[in-house]
């Protein structure tokens, strides 16, 4: 298999959030996708009292994987995280900097359940800590890493291919894979070929570079025919 695209809804108006999920499923309705309710979406729906994970289960079926990106940190199975998943969401994210035993008890509560839960190194202090913490992540049983540089990083300057590079080569003996997410365009997927081969990049996740784009069908395609070119995973890919 091939690395799946993962796209990111981070909208402030659920509203629009929907209207970009329409836009989307109109042209690409059955191909397999992860969709990615952001954070940002997670609490305006909230204060808005819309059910957004409802709303996106049902126009996606039970084809298409969705994923409620609460970024959870304390107790988060137990808090959120069996929430997201009983109102019809498969993956949830955790940050990686959450104390042992909550990612712990996050990875048991998803297993329970048989979802997933990817952690999220975003918050992470630098790069050499990051690897450090993918690498105890994935001696704790964590099936999925986040390599995610967030937007604060990108307006610093950071891009995601040198600390995407680092992580795949810490973890090249685990089982572990990776989610590729942060700054990312489809000029930047070719660079992930080494890492798609050796079965570490599970998906490519994407936000605004589709969302904000005055031609979001159009983005996608770009990313799927980049997505193409890339070579067969070596290891099977984690279950979405």
Partial sequence: MKPYLWIA???????????MLDTILAVHPDRQMIHEIGRPTLIQAALEGVPIVTEFRQRLGNGQTLVADFKGYDVPYIAEGKLYYAAGTDLVTVMATAPNEAIQEAIAGANADNKQVAFDLMACLDDDWKMQRAQELADMGAKLISCHTGWSEQAAGKTPSALIAKVCQQLQDSPTQVVAMGGLK??????????????????????????????????????????????????????A
């Avoid at 809804?9 to 209207?19: P, R």
């Avoid at 080494?194 to 998906?203: E, N, R």
């Fill in 186 to 239: 489809p000029s930047n997927v070719k660079d992930l070929r080494p890492y798609v081969a050796a079965g570490k990049i599970f998906a490519i996740a994407v936000g605004s570079a589709i969302t904000r784009s005055p031609n979001p069908h159009g983005a996608i395609d770009q990313f799927l025919n980049e997505i193409e070119q890339l070579p067969q995973s070596v290891k099977p890919l984690i279950t």
């Fill in 9 to 19: 809804y981070d909208y402030t108006s659920t509203a629009e959030c929907l209207k």
